[in-house]
């Protein structure tokens, strides 16, 4: 039979790669089964990679010196820990952009398991955040003591060295626990349609200092207010300001107090109104990630189990783990050793008997990757996805855990 007119050439080339096989020795038969090995090896070797990275395995994230780290209340700076880190985190202030320094096969795999598509997304007519007007500063009575970086407008960044307490300090941290645990609660009931953000924070402000404590993110690095409202897409250090609050809105508030030189530091997500199926999972699994990760803590225990233990809860839903704001020790000072990373990683560090941090992950239902506004400090999802946080800060004792931000 003669070949088609059009396959002529085709027909030609195939014959010429034949005899220039059995030319070197190898039938064409051999010579095409040996592609077919090679190309079926090589997607082997692609799907091991794979699924070692999906485990966790492959992503390093080892804190050696020079880092810069991203602590859980800084906005846009950036903070020295001593020793310092590896410089894990990148921020480019003309893109706004806070991101991860990850290897580029690990990257596009976070991207592909967690950074769903648009289209992907499911489809909402919730109306992207805008910024609201801010009103002044609030006063705080002069015998109210301050934490020392209030007079100064840079923040501390993270100091070196655990808090660890004897029994005056862990009292200490157990009252202003209780008392930052109070004012949350107090703050959860305000949440309902048409309140603004604004008079949140003018009821946490007038509630702590009513105690005679101080509201902690007052003039920390220069931020405004008393407390965080983060609406929505909105990660974490949203400024409250003249927005109201719409019904089927999910909202963080982040309270700190600063009572009798410690602080207490906590927060949770709470429904504004009808909160649709979506909202509701993603602060329901946020909160479940908290409470495991709560649940392993004891002394001696690898603080990177913490991390392991959120990513795995939150991929079973395939939620993305914010990982450029991180959770801290807490005490004496507002940010301490050790960083706690939310996400798989290689930490060294292990818990000590008596002391303090907190662990506060941030979940998002789409985009993972933080942008920040030109504010300094309001921090939300790249491509507008919802977001959830929860916090405590908890004390590491002999039978394991015991949160101090409870009522």
């Excluded at 992503?59 to 020793?83: A, E, K, N, Q, Y």
């Excluded at 007052?218 to 003249?242: A, M, Q, R, W």
Aim: with cysteine.
């Amino acid at each position: 039979m003669r070949p088609h007119p059009t396959g002529l050439g085709k027909l030609k080339r195939r014959r010429k790669r034949n005899k220039q096989a059995r030319k070197k020795g190898s039938s064409p038969t051999r010579v095409r089964w040996r592609r077919r090995r090679r190309r079926k090896q090589v997607e082997k070797d692609k799907q091991r990679e794979s699924e070692r990275m999906i485990r966790g395995a492959a992503m390093s994230l080892t804190l050696r010196p020079t880092s810069r780290i991203l602590s859980s209340f800084v906005g846009d700076r950036f903070f020295h820990s001593t020793p310092p880190l590896h410089q894990l985190f990148r921020y480019n202030p003309g893109s706004k952009h806070v991101s991860m320094q990850l290897s580029r096969t690990f990257s596009g795999l976070t991207d592909l398991l967690f950074n769903r598509r648009n289209d992907e997304l499911p489809k909402t007519t919730r109306k992207r955040l805008k910024p609201g007007k801010l009103s002044p500063r609030r006063p705080v009575p002069g015998h109210i003591e301050r934490p020392p970086y209030v007079k100064s407008k840079q923040p501390p960044g993270i100091a070196s060295g655990p808090e660890v307490h004897d029994e005056k300090g862990i009292e200490c941290m157990r009252a202003s626990g209780r008392l930052a645990a109070q004012v949350l609660e107090y703050a959860g009931t305000l949440v309902k349609p048409g309140i603004m953000t604004d008079e949140i924070d003018q009821a946490v402000h007038q509630m702590i200092i009513d105690n005679g404590a101080y509201p902690s993110p007052l003039g920390y690095g220069g931020f405004p207010k008393s407390v965080c409202t983060s609406v929505n897409e909105c990660i974490c250090h949203g400024i409250p300001d003249s927005r109201a609050l719409e019904d089927g809105d999910i909202i963080n508030i982040d309270v700190t107090v600063y009572l009798n030189g410690y602080h207490g530091d906590t927060s949770a997500t709470f429904f504004c109104g009808n909160v649709d199926d979506e909202g509701r999972q993603l602060v329901q699994v946020t909160k479940e990630c908290l409470d495991k990760a709560i649940s392993i803590c004891a002394p001696g225990v690898e603080l990177k189990k913490i991390g392991k233990t959120i990513q795995d809860h939150a991929d079973k839903f395939r939620y993305g783990v914010v990982k450029q704001f991180v959770g801290h020790g807490v005490g004496r000072v507002f940010h301490a050793d050790p960083v706690i990373l939310h996400c798989r990683n290689n930490d060294s560090g292990h818990m000590l008997l008596n002391q303090t941090f907190t662990i506060e992950p941030m979940l998002t239902v789409g985009s993972f990757n933080p942008v920040m506004w030109d504010d300094d400090w309001t921090v939300v999802t790249e491509d507008g996805s919802l977001s959830a946080q929860f916090e405590h800060t908890i004390l590491i004792t002999e039978d394991g855990a015991e949160i101090l931000t409870k009522c």
